[in-house]
């Protein structure tokens, strides 16, 4: 792209101007052309007769002799002004010296050259008429003809100049009243203090924002995010997030924020900066859940919202203590579902799994256990986990767009099981998996104790060396993604399980049940 393109009036003749509507352009600023003197004697005449000329007249008439100059002889000035001075002169002329031999004692004094004489009843001295011609002004006695032109009209062109004046003062001391005016009634309207004590605060509501907008719901949302420090004594400190669920002081967080405070404190930390010290009700490593409690009356909960409802591209909106900075808030949408998962240290004998909902929303470590949210403010996954680039190394890690959320669904029974039993059950269909299998699904070991006698892979009709490839419709690829299909369903749940035997597809139906306590 060249400059010509972007420059406004490129490419047009140089004696074009720019538009400049509503901009004061100095250097594109003309003086007001003025006429010069050069109309005839009967121009002049017409003008004088114009009532147009009696208020703006010509400027200030060439100087006499014995006239001093005026204070705005550079500026000039109308005929009114002429008017007024020549009367003002009149009355304080000089006594008429008696006539004599012209040049000798007593002589009358003479125009310049050039300029005529009008006498009145005696002698007098001449002044340039605003026309161009010569007027004498004498010390007329009482009662005698007009000095200017020996008629009334000219006393009446006096007085009407006058009164153009005085109309004029009044007009411009109206205006000034009307600016100052102006000016105290918006001093008072901005409640300016000339004091300097204080300015103009925002009025009500001005903070507001709609309903269902991203503030809206943080402002909502945030007095029931929590910050959770753990001491785990020789295990070290952790810090995550977590949220109230409850008005009776339940608070929901990860299984691996919290997993190592066997030994140690835990301390729950409000949106308000008040710290209060917890307890673990339960805790489930299989789904990676744990509720805490505190004795602090008259918190406000979130709700669990339906995550059987998310779609994917919905917006979700990420709330935590990121790298232990509490109450951040980050948005993204749902870039896919039903991602098998296993978060956590992985170093415990359990390994979870979860079919979780894939956000790029910006998760980093202490965003686990804090919630997400959709548009409605209600929870749709409790944040987990987040990718790592591949070939990287440690446990540590920041944000690449990929984190992961156990879905509310699972998360709600799994919760209500804690806070009623202190464990969470987990539905099984008592079999064993052949991990070694390259194949597309999951295959059952061929190993005659692969199908546990009596279980729900049994009483289905399941065979050892059966390769499962759906479940409830859905595609089965990997027996990760199995087991993460079946621990998202509650126990007594009926299923269909499709399975690949002999090169025929089979649908078998089978009911889920808890898996036995070791």
């Known amino acids: 792209m060249t400059n010509e393109s972007t420059t406004p009036g490129a490419g047009t003749p140089r004696d074009v101007q720019p538009d400049e509507t509503g901009i004061i352009d100095l250097e594109h600023t003309r003086p007001v052309p003025r006429t010069e003197a050069t109309s005839t004697g009967q121009e002049q005449a017409a003008a004088h007769d114009d009532p147009w000329f009696d208020v703006f007249g010509p400027e200030h008439p060439t100087q006499g002799p014995g006239v001093p100059a005026r204070a705005d002889e550079d500026w000039g000035s109308d005929r009114a002004d002429a008017l007024a001075e020549q009367a003002h002169r009149a009355s304080y002329a000089p006594p008429v010296i008696p006539s004599g031999p012209s040049g000798a004692e007593g002589a009358p004094l003479q125009a310049p050259e050039g300029?005529?004489?009008?006498?009145?009843?005696?002698?007098?001295?001449?002044?340039?008429?605003?026309?161009?011609?010569?007027?004498?002004?004498?010390?007329?006695?009482?009662?005698?003809?007009?000095?200017?032109?020996?008629?009334?009209?000219?006393?009446?062109?006096?007085?009407?100049?006058?009164?153009?004046?005085?109309?004029?003062?009044?007009?411009?001391?109206?205006?000034?009243?009307?600016?100052?005016?102006?000016?105290?009634?918006?001093?008072?309207?901005?409640?300016?203090?000339?004091?300097?004590?204080?300015?103009?605060?925002?009025?009500?509501?001005?903070?507001?924002?709609?309903?269902?907008?991203?503030?809206?719901?943080?402002?909502?949302?945030?007095?029931?995010?929590?910050?959770?420090?753990?001491?785990?004594?020789?295990?070290?400190?952790?810090?995550?997030?977590?949220?109230?669920?409850?008005?009776?002081?339940?608070?929901?967080?990860?299984?691996?924020?919290?997993?190592?405070?066997?030994?140690?404190?835990?301390?729950?930390?409000?949106?308000?900066?008040?710290?209060?010290?917890?307890?673990?009700?339960?805790?489930?490593?299989?789904?990676?859940?744990?509720?805490?409690?505190?004795?602090?009356?008259?918190?406000?909960?979130?709700?669990?919202?339906?995550?059987?409802?998310?779609?994917?591209?919905?917006?979700?909106?990420?709330?935590?203590?990121?790298?232990g900075l509490d109450q951040t808030v980050t948005t993204g949408i749902v870039s896919a579902l039903n991602r098998p998962v296993t978060p956590?240290?992985?170093?415990?004998?359990?390994?979870?799994?979860?079919?979780?909902?894939?956000?790029?929303?910006?998760?980093?470590?202490?965003?686990?256990?804090?919630?997400?949210?959709?548009?409605?403010?209600?929870?749709?996954?409790?944040?987990?986990?987040?990718?790592?680039?591949?070939?990287?190394?440690?446990?540590?890690?920041?944000?690449?767009?990929?984190?992961?959320?156990?879905?509310?669904?699972?998360?709600?029974?799994?919760?209500?099981?804690?806070?009623?039993?202190?464990?969470?059950?987990?539905?099984?269909?008592g079999v064993q998996l052949d991990q070694t299998f390259s194949g597309e699904g999951a295959q059952v070991s061929d190993k005659a104790t692969a199908v546990t006698a009596g279980g729900p892979a049994d009483k289905a009709g399941v065979k050892p060396g059966d390769v499962i490839t759906g479940f409830e419709g859905k595609r089965i690829r990997t027996p990760d993604q199995l087991i993460v299909s079946i621990r998202s369903r509650a126990v007594g749940d009926t299923v269909t399980l499709t399975v690949k035997r002999d090169g025929k597809q089979i649908d078998l139906q089978m009911t889920l049940e808890a898996e036995p306590d070791s």
């Open 115 to 323: 300029q005529t004489t009008h006498a009145g009843s005696g002698g007098g001295f001449a002044w340039p008429a605003p026309t161009g011609e010569a007027v004498t002004f004498t010390d007329a006695p009482a009662g005698s003809a007009d000095p200017l032109d020996g008629t009334a009209p000219a006393r009446r062109k006096r007085r009407r100049s006058r009164s153009g004046l005085l109309v004029a003062g009044v007009v411009g001391l109206c205006l000034l009243s009307g600016l100052v005016g102006g000016v105290a009634g918006q001093l008072l309207d901005d409640r300016v203090n000339l004091a300097g004590s204080t300015l103009p605060e925002p009025g009500p509501g001005a903070t507001d924002r709609p309903a269902g907008s991203i503030a809206s719901i943080a402002a909502t949302a945030l007095p029931s995010v929590v910050t959770i420090k753990v001491d785990g004594g020789a295990e070290g400190a952790a810090t995550g997030s977590g949220f109230v669920i409850d008005a009776k002081g339940h608070i929901l967080t990860n299984n691996h924020v919290v997993e190592g405070a066997a030994s140690g404190d835990i301390e729950v930390v409000l949106s308000n900066g008040d710290t209060e010290k917890a307890t673990i009700v339960g805790r489930d490593a299989s789904y990676d859940l744990a509720v805490l409690k505190v004795s602090r009356p008259g918190l406000t909960p979130l709700q669990l919202g339906p995550s059987s409802k998310v779609v994917v591209g919905d917006q979700v909106i990420a709330v935590g203590a990121p790298l």
């Open 344 to 429: 956590g240290s992985g170093g415990g004998d359990v390994t979870s799994y979860i079919n979780a909902i894939q956000t790029d929303a910006a998760i980093n470590p202490g965003n686990s256990g804090g919630p997400l949210l959709d548009l409605n403010g209600k929870v749709i996954g409790i944040n987990s986990a987040i990718a790592r680039v591949p070939g990287a190394s440690g446990t540590t890690g920041g944000s690449i767009g990929l984190g992961f959320a156990i879905p509310s669904d699972q998360a709600r029974r799994t919760a209500d099981q804690l806070i009623s039993t202190g464990k969470a059950t987990h539905p099984i269909i």
